[in-house]
């Protein structure tokens, strides 16, 4: 079936440090969605792309949709220990949303 | 606002018991449900999701059935439980099945088959 693939599968940094995991699709989306999931709790919705090229930010993370709408990255400039937890990006596949396999983020402070 | 209801948050079965796990949700009006299950330390693996009353679509075979009796409600069942069921269980709702829709998770269930 449809996948939705996310590098790297683990990530430790130092805090302070930069951060940025990437999710590819080998079809078209129709969007993509980025999920936090701290440990030990659920996954919580952060934001959402849809057109072509878009570029969002919230405070220290930037969120990237490509151009051919296949991929996606999320980068977090200089990491904090809140930041600590799985990032799940999705994508909208023929109408259903196909998570990635997360990429868990783990800082050493 | 929405909430989401999920229970119970830890449970412990013997192989071959039944299951019974149960989801609510509040505040919105034919809400599309799911379930998801996650492996420790893995990503989310959709079982069912379903789009109004008595409409389950399964994504998976496998030990679990799923039903919706009311239009916000959910509920995970099995009659025997096996050792590959253990995982972390997690019910989502969503406005639409649109993928376009964001998806809003309860705080799940941990459960441990002995």
């Known amino acids: 079936g449809q996948q939705v693939m996310q590098i790297p599968q683990y990530q430790h940094v130092q805090e302070g440090e930069d951060f940025t995991t990437y999710c590819n699709s080998s079809?078209?989306?129709?969007?993509i969605q980025w999920y936090k999931q701290r440990p030990g709790g659920h996954p919580v919705f952060l934001i959402q792309?849809?057109?072509?090229?878009e570029v969002k930010k919230q405070k220290r993370l930037t969120f990237q949709f490509g151009e051919a709408k296949k991929n996606s990255s999320l980068h977090i400039t200089a990491t904090q220990t809140t930041d600590v937890g799985t990032y799940f990006c999705?994508?909208?596949?023929?109408?259903?949303?196909?998570f990635g396999q997360g990429t868990r983020l783990t800082i050493n402070p | 606002s929405q909430t989401i209801h999920q229970w119970p948050a830890t449970l412990v079965q013997p192989v071959g018991s039944p299951l019974s796990l149960e989801c609510t949700v509040e505040?919105?009006?034919?809400?599309?449900l799911y379930w998801y299950r996650q492996a420790a330390g893995r990503g989310l693996q959709l079982l069912f999701y379903?789009?109004?009353?008595?409409?389950i679509s399964s994504e998976v075979p496998q030990n679990l059935s799923a039903s919706r009796p009311q239009d916000r409600q959910f509920i995970l069942s099995s009659k025997k439980l096996l050792l590959s069921d253990s995982g972390f269980y997690l019910c989502?709702?969503?406005?639409?099945?649109?993928?376009?829709?964001?998806?809003?998770f309860g705080d799940g269930t941990r459960l441990s088959i002995l």
């Open positions: 989502a709702w969503s406005g639409g099945l649109n993928s376009n829709q964001p998806q809003h």
């Open positions: 079809t078209t989306l129709s969007n």
């Open positions: 792309l849809v057109k072509s090229g």
């Open positions: 999705a994508g909208g596949v023929a109408q259903k949303l196909v």
């Open positions: 505040g919105t009006s034919n809400p599309n």
């Open positions: 379903s789009v109004g009353i008595g409409q």
